[in-house]
């Protein structure tokens, strides 16, 4: 119910965080996080109240709340700049599953003046390696792709995809986990293997991006391999639309 209510308030809604491009360090996009700010209590983070959402069935609603919040603040951002910046989203698997997915996010894009192209929708990858048995994600996954939505694999390492996977989910760029950022600059057994990420995303021609960036010498270090975006408290923390 307080939940409800907070939706209703707007203290339920979508915080930014800037994603920039590691050639000229320019913003270029952002990413969608929930967060509920309550009056009294203060600040509440995803994981104080999501996983009470999923118990009580209104996840669905929650994400479909904060991604008409996000979409709204993009497309202002967008107007009231002129900058072409572009929006990632969290697409979890339960939307996944939906055969009228595609549609409906479609729908939603259209309807705050936005097109497919300007949207990433971010996937977990053991969500899509999981999919490898499961028909309707994949259907789903590639019935948005070819409507023109880039399709992001999100916590890049964590998981097992393959390089099948990579192709047969028409992925257009992979986010390297934090796990494998963190302190790269001196870290020479993690600089092996975040090195062998970022040249499979190239060799695939696809677009590398990685999250968790907090210092500028992981920046530096990651931009000589030819990571071209970065996400992280370095470049700045997630923000309300009024910041």
Not at 56 to 79: H, K, L, N, Q, Y
Request: charged share 30%; aromatic share 6%.
């Amino acid at each position: 119910s307080e939940m409800v209510a907070a939706m209703a308030a707007g203290h339920i809604e979508a915080w930014l965080q800037a994603q920039v491009s590691a050639a000229d360090r320019a913003v270029v996009g952002a990413e969608a996080l929930v967060r509920w700010n309550d009056p009294e209590t203060g600040l509440r983070r995803p994981d104080q109240f999501l996983p009470l959402a999923e118990e009580v069935d209104m996840i669905e609603v929650i994400d479909d709340f904060v991604r008409d919040d996000a979409m709204a603040t993009i497309r202002e951002i967008r107007e009231t700049t002129g900058q072409s910046l572009r929006l990632g989203l969290n697409v979890n698997s339960k939307l996944l599953r939906r055969p009228d997915t595609a549609e409906r996010l479609l729908s939603q894009t259209l309807t705050h003046r936005l097109e497919p192209g300007m949207l990433d929708l971010e996937v977990l990858e053991t969500i899509a390696v999981d999919s490898e048995n499961s028909a309707d994600v994949l259907e789903t996954l590639d019935a948005l792709s070819q409507l023109g939505f880039n399709i992001q694999l999100d916590d890049f390492g964590t998981g097992r995809a393959s390089l099948s996977s990579l192709r047969d989910l028409k992925v257009d760029c992979i986010k390297i986990d934090r796990s494998f950022v963190t302190d790269i600059d001196t870290n020479k057994e993690l600089q092996i293997f975040t090195n062998a990420l970022i040249k499979l995303g190239h060799s695939l021609d696809i677009e590398v991006l990685a999250e968790g960036v907090e210092r500028a010498e992981e920046a530096d270090w990651l931009q000589e391999r030819g990571c071209q975006y970065f996400q992280g408290y370095y470049f700045a923390k997630p923000l309300p639309k009024a910041e």
